[in-house]
């Protein structure tokens, strides 16, 4: 019985051991910073899954074990979560960082190269995977921006098969790449959204702006401070930034479970962090519509094309465009949402005694991002006559909807319309309502 309990307790005190590897050692500290609760030091290893964080003048420089860099910027909160290295068998090496808030630098360590199938980096809505890698991450709970230093990253929101308790990058169909060739460019992706948009010339949105590199952040192959590149971790390469870290002026020490720890390192920043204005991001594509036919005292206000353009629907009286310039809309994979008319026009033919000018009343679509479906209704408004139409089909990635057969069950109109984003939609309805008269018209939805 004692065999067998010393045995489980060995096991139990080897998964702990293997559950707190150390993953790295802080090799600068500025401001106020923490880990685990406790004042950062100077010297002091970093234990798997041990809390980091920045206040609004802090800086805190990781140097991982296999000799790769984690800079936490101010105000920040992140882990390293998990970094197992395997030497002997690099198939085995296991990475994994977590972004919680704020702004952080990754560049990969020696193991990592061997091993990037097996990195991750998580923020709180998107999964990063790295070809050998040098790259910044702003992040809040709903919304990451992700830019490259050098190398090339892998990004994709969670679902479907990309969780975050996974480990590697996520390559699925909704997975986007960016190159540190692509200057100026940035992937964004926001929670609910299936993939990342690229965003080229957002510089005020870009990581380095939201929280600037120190002066003394190792610099990148093109010798610009926190910008681009390799790490520069040796001890040669890096003699400048240990230098500056031995010159702060000492703090008392502060004593913890594991005895005397090395002195607290900081220095008053004389530039303080520039306050930058959230800048939302770029509009989406938009949807809009015109009249290409004369109806009743209503002149044509459209043609059938539009330069800058593509059609998207066209009805006997209506057609519907979206620009093609702005950020392509991309649909949620979850959730659901509902909207009310904003605006419409719609017009009752009868071939004896031509149009007339309907109203729509009561009206809703509401779109299941789960089934990737919608429904709409509303009332059908002609002098005394009120008429119920009702729709039902699908939506696809980029927001554009599509009306079953007006024959069948639940569906008296056909429909086509597009989203303009979260917030909008737009679409076209014909209906026959006997042998004599038909209906059709255009309909602007708000949420």
Known sequence: MMKQLAFTVGLVLAAQAVQAEEAGKIIFVAGSAQVAGQPAALGTMVQEGQ???TGNDGYLYVKTVDNGLFILRPKTQARIAT????????ANTMVKLELISGVA???SGEAVKLAR????FNTPVAAIGVRGTDFTVFTDQNTSRVAVISGRVTVSGFDGACRPEGAGPCEGQTARE????????????QRGQAAPQLMQGNSLLAPDVVAPPRGDEPVGKNGTGGTAGEPNLDAKKNVSLQEKAAQQPAVKNEPNAGGNVPPLVVRPDPDPVPVVPVVPPPPVREVSWGRWNTVLNMPANSGLSKDGAERIALGDDFVLFRSRSGSQFIAPERGSIGMVIASSEAYVRDIYTGPQAATLEN???LFNFDKRSFTTSFDLVTGDETRKMASEGGVNSTGDFFG????SPNS???VTGAMTDLNGATYLFKSSLDAKRSAGGVVVWKK
């Open 105 to 107: 630098r990754s560049q």
């Open 83 to 90: 970094y197992h290295v395997d030497k002997a068998n690099p």
């Open 412 to 414: 008296n109109m056909t």
């Open 363 to 365: 009206g809703q679509l």
């Open 178 to 189: 960016l190159a540190a060739a692509q200057k100026g460019v940035l992937l964004q992706i």
């Open 51 to 53: 809390l980091l964080s």
């Open 404 to 407: 079953q057969n007006r024959y």
């Open 117 to 120: 199938q097996n990195f991750r």
